[in-house]
Every structure is written in structure tokens, then in C-alpha cells.
């Protein structure tokens, strides 16, 4: 089986690490940080940019973190600035920030559009203030609101809202008014995320301490569905695992990772995907702003030459994310084969047992397999 | 060499009463080792033993006394004290005159402490009594020479006392062992008759056989013959445990050591076997040993089933170095091809599990382990039951009879009351105490070995704050009204967990193994349904409910590398287990059985 050479990267991650004050639940790479520590940061950051092949456009740009709005209107505006070479003619066709309703404000709006960003990404999670304070977020319910006109009203067409679900004690009606509030709002995407226990949260802490209790599986999965029930009511298009959008606003940059083709991250522990390659940066802030001015070219931590088998299967997997699944035509393009012919067996079993669908055109998740969906996944892993 | 200067002896005691810690001073005195090679419990030079802080095999090593301006040639064995590995001791016994018997000084004499010193005494080894630790604080020697005259008689007088931490007392039991164990009885012009007490397997030099030499001489080169094997080898060569093999020319009467002859084949050798010339061939053979009975049996799988034959091979090998285990090849609708195996008890089950993994690299599963049953059958024919398997339908059984030991309890009095309590609760036949001092007590009991050999130790431990020592023999099988245990998991029957209970236990114990595997099966995308059956008749239920949600929210940026990496360790968690129908079974369930009185 041969792969197709791989193609330029069309999608630009740029890393913010840093936040006013860590939530309980975040495992992301953020912390909080003195003004200077960013400045020195945003300094290697336009460094690492910098070195980026020149021939590379992007079709994609996403600032995330951490939090990019926690950044002052200097920080930011130098920031934009860096990133505007990757964007000459503003032909960049999505360009997503991710913002904070704590830390945004209407000079810093008017940056993001004053830069040609025509998508932001609000991290609200929820609209009930006993909620957000549980999840340790800096914002109430109606700092969300605001943030979110404030965008519309500067003329923001393409707005995300981040939700989540599944807190202890958060009832099933509970969710469903953040679900009716979004709506109200008519924002043009909607993610939603199952709250997650990682490693070394306060929140984990929390319920190892007995001080918590998660909230049972057969609520979360009540929610679920009706996120997913409620909102394609709504007309949202439920098109990946925990993405809902208005037709045409789905977002092309994760479409990037789902499709499993190349990607340059930058930026203290951004991740890479080019030429068959993945990489990732230094994870450590100050390593990473020390890396950088010691003028290397990088500061990759982890660099991995991509087995075939491997990139397969990761095809697969990411793919099967989204509703649509994998077309044979697309599998057949990317390497050569079919399908059929390379998890033919594993595939006949999940088909019997209702949790994948294949036919000529596409493998794709049923419904069913759906709520199941890392378990079926790990039947498209190599060992 | 005229034997006169030779003395063979072993250590002996109840477990961790100090004899490996002795067994170094005596290296270490008699500078068999520099100290650059010392390490502690020298001896113990298997990984396992070192990882326990107890010994598994029993070591010989020869060591150089120099004493009035002679030299003497003394070889040790150092046993193991553990219940399970006594064939090691008994073994050992074989190759030796002589026995240092070891008490602790703090402990007092325990139940191996009497076991061990009968067997020396059935072997007419003659016995040196050794108090040792006594540099411990909590040291009673007084009290425990007590104790060792009561109950073996042996008089106060004759014991010595040393310390094998500060080296106080060593040198009198260098001037003991010369003076009280006979030398060897000198026939070196004999035909040459040698006694197998060990053997071991080398990657490149074959099978490796431990020779303690009665009579005659054996030198490179030789030609020499197997009595029970019928198999003629040539010596390749000899030499002696210093405590790593060092060749020499030949060994003669009297004599430890080891022979190399080129022996490929595992199943040419016999541990117990007779080795004399091929051509002047000894008139009849030593007695040998008695195959030990094995106490308790397992099924080992392997867990992958193409690794049935090098499964087969690795327990071949180990079997050579370890003869008291046993195993038959055997099947099972669960869990395919595998062996049933036999061992002394459950820490001697374990040991050959860790050792087969680690000297084999094979993933095994192992079922629960059970006693054998005698079944009398309607036809007056009567049946061994290694296997709940192999229990015939119930209608065509007349009586079904269980092995019961004879087991004495060591124990500071306070505690006789909860002992008694715990032995009637098992279905214990009290036979009589015995007062070692005020102080202390032997306790006997009758007791079905099911009932004591899974996890009463614990218990007993735990009821006398670990003071309570227990040796058992089995004496016989009895009537008992037993009855068997059934497993089906969504509804079809796992052989591999059928149990045999009593039947005034076996509702509750129903319950109980559903409870547990319960916990130790994880949740499928389906229903998976335990039930415990007698017969036809269904005495308990669980389900497990599916898995109703199993997805990942976050996508985690462009980290797909982690996604993979945690969806990878989810299917190789898998790997250890077997599929029975659709149901993944964990190993761990398997041996379930064991502790369902938690
Ligand atoms: N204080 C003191 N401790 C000792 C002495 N001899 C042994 N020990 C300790 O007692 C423990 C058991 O010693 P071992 O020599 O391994 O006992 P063992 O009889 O060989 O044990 P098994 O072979 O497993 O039956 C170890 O922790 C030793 O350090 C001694 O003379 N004094
Ligand atoms: S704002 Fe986002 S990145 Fe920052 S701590 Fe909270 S969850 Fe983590
Ligand atoms: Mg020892």
C-alpha cells in the first residue's frame, strides 16, 4: 500500500498559554503568568513564526490556548501584526480566535476585526453561575451575554459557543436552559463537551477526596442526546461527536485534524503534522521562551516519523468522528487500498453489533455506535 | 581424599528463623566468598527469593575449614522454611549427616521448627540445636530452649547460641559440626553410587545434575548410568558449589557437587534417580525419594493459544529444577489447551506462575486452584478429582469424599480460644493441646485441606497477631457432602469456573463469586449476565450493565498522537484475557474463587 505525497499544510495553530486564573477541570498547557512573562513569550512567538517556510498560505488560522483575549490590546495587536504575513490578501478563508467573556473587551473586539479574524471562540460553558463557579470560571452568566454582543454588534458572522455538560448535581433540565439561552443567542456553531476528569485537576482531585461525585453515565448520556435532539431541531447540523453547526459554518480548521492531513502549530507545546512527521514543541513555557531565544531553529520535544499502519488507523479514528464518517473514494485516494480491505473483519463484527454502518459509498458511526465511540475506535488501533 | 575430613549438613528451621543469615557467616568465616562478593542471604540467588526475602530452592555450597592445622571439607545446604517447599528440605536431608536445627530466640519453636527437626530425625541425621538471633532485644533463649526440650526432646545442654548479625557464637558451631556430625562413611573403592538431589537446566551446557556421592568416585570423562532412566551419558564435568560452579577432576565418596555429561533431553533425568557406572554398575540403587503429594491444582493456559507448546517446554524445563510440581495436559471448553498442575500449596502455585512467566515470556491464565476429591461411584468404582471438571453427574455418584490433614497449630495460649473458633468454623475435629510453657501451646486439629489451604493462613494470622504457626499431613480422605458449583456468564457454563463447596455453603458462596466477578469483569457494549448454578438449579444472579456512553468529547488539538496513544492502551489491556463467547474475561476472575469470603 503506497500513500499519495503529502501536501503542503493548509492550517495555522498558534498557542496561547496562558490564563487569568485555571479552571478546575483544565488539563490544557496554560498558566497564569506576569504581563513580562507573556511579553517575553509573544517575543519567541513571533520568532517561531518567523521561521515558518515562506511558501506556506493558509486556508485556516486558529489562535487558541489557554486564553488569546487574556492578552492586553498591545499584546494582542502585536500579535495580530505577526500573523497577518500568513494572510496578505485577508484571503485566509476561516480565521478563528478563542476568547474569555472575563477577559474580552471592545478595544480588543475591535483588533480582531480591524486583523481580518472572522471567526471568534467564545469559551462560555454554561449560563448559570453556579455552574461556572463550580467549573472555577472567571465569568458569570451575563459577562457571557455581553461578550457575545459585543461581537455580533461589531459584526462578528461566525461565532462559536463552547459548552458543557455533565457536572455533579447538574440536572438534565439544567442543561437544557443553557442549550435554550445558546439558542436565543443564534450563534452560528456550537460545541459541546462532557465534563472530563483529567489527571491532576482540582477536580480530581476533588472526587478522588470524596469531596464530589461524578454524575452518573445514563444522565450524561440523557444529555447528550438532547443536545444533540434539541439543537438539530434548531437547525444545527450535528456533523462531528461534539460539534453542532448552521450549514456552512462548520469549522474548517478542526476539519484539518478529523481528516488527519497537515497542520503547523506554533507556540509552546503546539503540535505538527507535516510531511508524514509529527512533532511537537516544548511544552514549558519558560523552556520554550528560552529555546527560542537561544535562536534555535525549534523547539520541537517530540518528533515521530509516522508508520503507515499508524496513519491509517489515526485516519480511521479521527474520521469516524465525524457524522459522515470516511468515504471510500477519500480512503482509496489517500492509500491505495480499500476499506474493506484493511479492516474488513474488525468492521463485519461492529456492523453486526449495530455500532458502524458501511456500504459502497462510506464507514461511519450508527447512532449506537456513537455513545460508544472510543470503544469502537480501539478496534481501528494497530497492535 | 579419605572422607574423615568431610562433613555434609543443611540448615533447617521454621521460615525466617535465620538460616540464610547463618548460611553467610559461615561463607563468610571460612572466606568462601571475598567480601567484595558478599551480599546478604547470599544464597538466595534466585530473583523471586530475593524480591520475598525468603527461600525458595534449597542451595548447596562447599566451604574450606582450616581447624587444629587440618582441613576440612564442609559442604551446606541451606533449606527453605516455608510449608510449601519442605520436599526441599527433605531432599536436602538425603544428600546430608547432619542438621543444624535453628530457633529463633525471640519466635520460640513454631510449627516448621517440629516438622523439620522429625524429618531430620526420620532421616537419622544427627541434629545440632541452634538458638539464633540472640542479639534481638525481645530474645528469650531460656525460654526457648524450654520449649525445644518439651516438645523434641532435645536437652538444654546440647544447644548453642549464636547471633548470625554481630558472629557471636559462629565459631562453636564450627567446633560442633566437626565434633557432633559423623563424617561420611569412606567407600570411595565402591562401585560408585550417586544420589540426584537437584538438577537445573543450561541453555548451553544441558541438564545440569546436583550429585551427592554415597559411593565410589565419579571423574571427567567417565561413563556413567542412570538406574531409574536407564539412560548412560558420558561426564563432561564435575566440580563443587563455592557457591558458583568450580570444576574439578573428579568427586568422590562423601562428596557435594554438581555433573555436566552432555544431557539434552529433560526427560533423561530423574530427580532421586541412582547415578553409577555404566560398565560397574552398583547392585541396587538408593532408595530415593518419595514423589511429594501435590496439595492443590490449578489449570495453566496460555493465554495466547499458539503458545501451547512453548508452554509445554517451559514447564518442562522448570520442572527439572523444581520436581514437586506436577502437570497433565488438559482441556477446556473456556480456555482450549493447557495443563492441570499440581503443587504443595498456594505460595508454591504462585512461584511456579511468576517463574514460568518470567523464565518463559508466555502470558498464562490460570484458573482457581482446588484439592483433589475421591468420588465413589454408584458402580463401586472410585474416582481421583483433580478437576471440578471431572466430576461425574450427580446421579451417578454414591459418596463424595474429601482429603482432611492432621494441622497443629503454634500458638502463645491467649490465643487458643480464637483458633478453636476459627478450626470449628471450617469444620475442624478437635484432637488435643499440648503446653509447650505456660506461654505457649500446640493445638491439633482434623480439618478438610479445602478448608485451610486458600486462605485460612491470613486468617490465622491475623487471629493471633501473627504469633499462630500452622503445619499440616494429610492423614486420609472422608465422606463428606459436597456438592458442585457452576458459573455461566450469559448463559453458557465456564468450566473453568466450576468449584466444589459444601453443600451448607454453597448459596452463600454462589453469591458471593457472582458478586465478585461482577467487580472483576469489565462492562461490555452488551448485557453480560453471572449466574452460579447447582446443577439446574440457579442459587444467585448479577448483571453487568453495557457501557452506555464511551466517548471522548475533546479532541484534543492537533494531539492525535495522545488519542492514539490511550485508545492503544485500551485494546492491549485486552490482551491478557480470554474471550468465552463474546465475554472478555479477565485473569483475575478466574482466580475469584479464592477469596469470596471477603
Ligand atoms: N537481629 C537479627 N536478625 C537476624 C539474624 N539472622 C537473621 N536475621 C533476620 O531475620 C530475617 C530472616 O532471615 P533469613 O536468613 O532470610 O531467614 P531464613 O530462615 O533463611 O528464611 P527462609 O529461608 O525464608 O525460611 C532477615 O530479616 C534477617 O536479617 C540475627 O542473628 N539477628
Ligand atoms: S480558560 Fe480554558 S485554558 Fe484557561 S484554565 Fe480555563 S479551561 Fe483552561
Ligand atoms: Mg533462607
Known sequence: MTSKKHILPTALYIHIPFCAKKCNYCDFNSMVSESRVVDRYLHALSKELNTLESQYTFTTIYIGGGTPSLLSAIQLEGLLRGVIRYNPTSQTQEYTVEANPGTLTADKVRLLKEYAVNRVSLGIQSFQDRQLQFLGRIHSGDDARNAFSLLRNAGFKNINIDLIFGCPEQTPDDWKKDLEIAIALNPEHISTYALTYEEETPLTRDLKNEVIRKLDEYTELEMYKTAIEYLTLKGYNHYEISNFAKSGYECSHNYVYWRNTSYVGVGAGAHSFIDGMRMSNEKDVFRYIHGMHENKKDVKSFRECLPQDHFVSETVIMALRLRQGITNTDFYERFGSTIQDQFGDTISILRKAGLVSYDDERLKLTEKGLFVADTVMAEFIYI | ?598
Not at chain 2, 536436602?92 to 531430620?120: H, M, P, R
Request: hydrophobic share 40%; proline share 4%; with cysteine.
Open chain 2, 1 to 598: 581424599m579419605s572422607t574423615e575430613r568431610i562433613r555434609n549438613f543443611c540448615i533447617i528451621a521454621h521460615i525466617d528463623h535465620g538460616k540464610s543469615t547463618l548460611a553467610d557467616r559461615l561463607l563468610e568465616k571460612t572466606h568462601t566468598i571475598t567480601s567484595r562478593e558478599f551480599r546478604h542471604q547470599m544464597l538466595d540467588d534466585m530473583d523471586l527469593e530475593r524480591e520475598r526475602g525468603i527461600t525458595i530452592k534449597a542451595s548447596a555450597v562447599a566451604l574450606k575449614l582450616v581447624r587444629n592445622g587440618q582441613e576440612y571439607n564442609l559442604n551446606l545446604i541451606d533449606t527453605p522454611g516455608h510449608v510449601d517447599f519442605s520436599y526441599e528440605v527433605s531432599r536436602s536431608l538425603g544428600a546430608c549427616e547432619g542438621a543444624l536445627l535453628l530457633v529463633d530466640a525471640s519466635q520460640g519453636v513454631e510449627a516448621q521448627t517440629v516438622a523439620n527437626a522429625y524429618l531430620a530425625m526420620e532421616h537419622n541425621l544427627a541434629i545440632i540445636p541452634v538458638i539464633s538471633k540472640i542479639d534481638l532485644p525481645q530474645s528469650r533463649p531460656y525460654d526457648v530452649l524450654t520449649e525445644m526440650e518439651k516438645t523434641l526432646g532435645i536437652s538444654p545442654e546440647e544447644a548453642f547460641m549464636v547471633s548470625a548479625k554481630t558472629g557471636a557464637g559462629i565459631d562453636e558451631i564450627f567446633d560442633a559440626i566437626i565434633k557432633h556430625i559423623p563424617p561420611p562413611k569412606d567407600s570411595s573403592d565402591a562401585p560408585l553410587k550417586a544420589l540426584i538431589f537437584d538438577s537445573v537446566y543450561d541453555e548451553y551446557r544441558g541438564v545440569i545434575i546436583y550429585l551427592r556421592i554415597f559411593d565410589g568416585s565419579v571423574k571427567v570423562g567417565d561413563e556413567i548410568y542412570m538406574m531409574k532412566t536407564n539412560r548412560s551419558f558420558k561426564v563432561e564435568e564435575v566440580g563443587v558449589f563455592k557457591p558458583k560452579m568450580v570444576a574439578k577432576d573428579g568427586l568422590s565418596a562423601g562428596e557435594v557437587g554438581y555433573c555436566i555429561a552432555n544431557i539434552k533431553s529433560i526427560r533423561d533425568i530423574k530427580v532421586g534417580d541412582t547415578v553409577t557406572h555404566a560398565r560397574e554398575r552398583a547392585a541396587e540403587a538408593l532408595p530415593g525419594y518419595r514423589p511429594p503429594i501435590p496439595m492443590v491444582y490449578c489449570g495453566i493456559y496460555p493465554a495466547n493459544n499458539a503458545d501451547f507448546h512453548p508452554l509445554r517446554e517451559a514447564l518442562e524445563r522448570l520442572s527439572l529444577n523444581d520436581s514437586s510440581f506436577t502437570f497433565e495436559p488438559e482441556t477446556s471448553q473456556a480456555l482450549g489447551f493447557g495443563f492441570r498442575c499440581g503443587f504443595l500449596g498456594l505460595l508454591h502455585m504462585e512461584i511456579v506462575q511468576e517463574r514460568l512467566e518470567r523464565e518463559s515470556n508466555i502470558n498464562i491464565v490460570q484458573t482457581a486452584p482446588n484439592v483433589t476429591y475421591e468420588i465413589l461411584k454408584i458402580n463401586k468404582e472410585i474416582v481421583k478429582v483433580d478437576n471440578p471438571e471431572k466430576v461425574p453427574p450427580v446421579n451417578e455418584i454414591e459418596e463424595f469424599r474429601e482429603p482432611i490433614v492432621r494441622a497443629s497449630f503454634v500458638l502463645p495460649t491467649e490465643y487458643l480460644g480464637a483458633i478453636m473458633q476459627l478450626a470449628e468454623a471450617r469444620r475442624g475435629n478437635y484432637k488435643g493441646t499440648e503446653y509447650l510453657s505456660e506461654k505457649r501451646a500446640i493445638l491439633t486439629y482434623e480439618l478438610p485441606l479445602s478448608e485451610i489451604i486458600f486462605d485460612f493462613f491470613d486468617k490465622m494470622k491475623s487471629a493471633t497477631r501473627g504469633y499462630g504457626t500452622l503445619d499440616y499431613d494429610f492423614i486420609g480422605y472422608e465422606h463428606a457432602d459436597l456438592v458442585k458449583l457452576d458459573i455461566l456468564v450469559s448463559g453458557k457454563r465456564v468450566d473453568a469456573l466450576s468449584t466444589i463447596v459444601h453443600r451448607k455453603d454453597a448459596d452463600m458462596k454462589g453469591r458471593k463469586l457472582v458478586k465478585k466477578l461482577k467487580n472483576e469483569i469489565s462492562r461490555h457494549l452488551f448485557e453480560v449476565v453471572l449466574q452460579a448454578a447447582i446443577g439446574s438449579r440457579i442459587i444467585a444472579r448479577e448483571s453487568i450493565r453495557p457501557i452506555a456512553k464511551n466517548v471522548t468529547a475533546k479532541c484534543y488539538g492537533g494531539d492525535i498522537t495522545r488519542k492514539r496513544k490511550l485508545l492503544e492502551k485500551q485494546k492491549e489491556g485486552k490482551k491478557r484475557m480470554k474471550s468465552v463467547g463474546n465475554v472478555e474475561i479477565p485473569q483475575k476472575a478466574f482466580l475469584s474463587v479464592l477469596s469470596v469470603d471477603e
